[in-house]
């Protein structure tokens, strides 16, 4: 019975450890929630605190590895603070962006604001570039009319020529063949030319 009673005592002092084992937290864990409250985050879920964690760490490790190897360019045994600072400021340098301050963006603000704005017109619609780069003014013709005359053809109610004879409804459409000179280079006047041949 003795033992038995023993073994009973054991058994609930290490369940008793076992519930106490499992409220405790880490330090870092507790130190980042201190960290949240006193910037006025009250509540926030778990996964950030382990984000904030993760980051740390590895920041941390990052710094203490470029501070060696500061330490190591300069025939130092050992890594001291001036590494550790030097680290910080190169990483801060070219990895974070630094906000400038309040007083010089209000300044700046200041200087922006006082240039004032262009008046409205009171012009209404769509407002269009200059008549002169415009892509919908009318196109001009750039052919003279009478340089081509149109021959003349007989019409499809005529009683005479080639289409007599045949009702309107039954008759194709006419189209006039105008042979085009589109790609065609034409002289003023006749040009002579002369081939002489070596005897």
């Known amino acids: 019975m003795g033992s038995d009673n023993r073994r ?60 060696q190897e500061y330490s190591m360019f300069a025939d130092k045994q050992t890594i001291d603070p ?3 600072r030097l680290a910080i400021a190169s990483r801060l340098n070219h990895h974070y962006a630094q906000v400038p301050p309040r007083e010089l963006m209000m300044e700046l603000a200041d200087k922006r604001n006082a240039i004032p704005l262009p008046s409205i017109s009171n012009e209404y619609g769509v407002r269009l570039p200059p008549l002169q780069y415009q892509l919908v003014t009318k196109e001009s013709d750039r052919q003279d009319p009478l340089s081509h005359k149109v021959p003349n053809t ?3 109610g005529d009683a005479t020529g080639p289409g007599a004879g045949i009702p309107n409804a039954a008759r194709p459409p006419v189209h006039l063949q105008v042979e085009g000179s589109r790609n065609k280079k034409f002289a003023r006047s006749p040009l002579s030319i002369n081939f002489h041949t070596k005897k």
């Open 82 to 84: 001036d590494d550790i």
């Open 8 to 67: 009973l005592h054991e058994d609930e002092d290490d369940g008793n450890e076992r519930e106490e084992g499992v409220n405790v937290q880490p330090l870092d864990v507790l130190c980042m929630e201190q960290v949240l409250e006193s910037m006025g985050a009250d509540k926030f879920e778990p996964r950030v605190v382990a984000q904030l964690l993760e980051f740390v760490h590895r920041y941390v490790t990052e710094i203490l590895v470029d501070a």
């Open 154 to 156: 007989p019409r499809v």
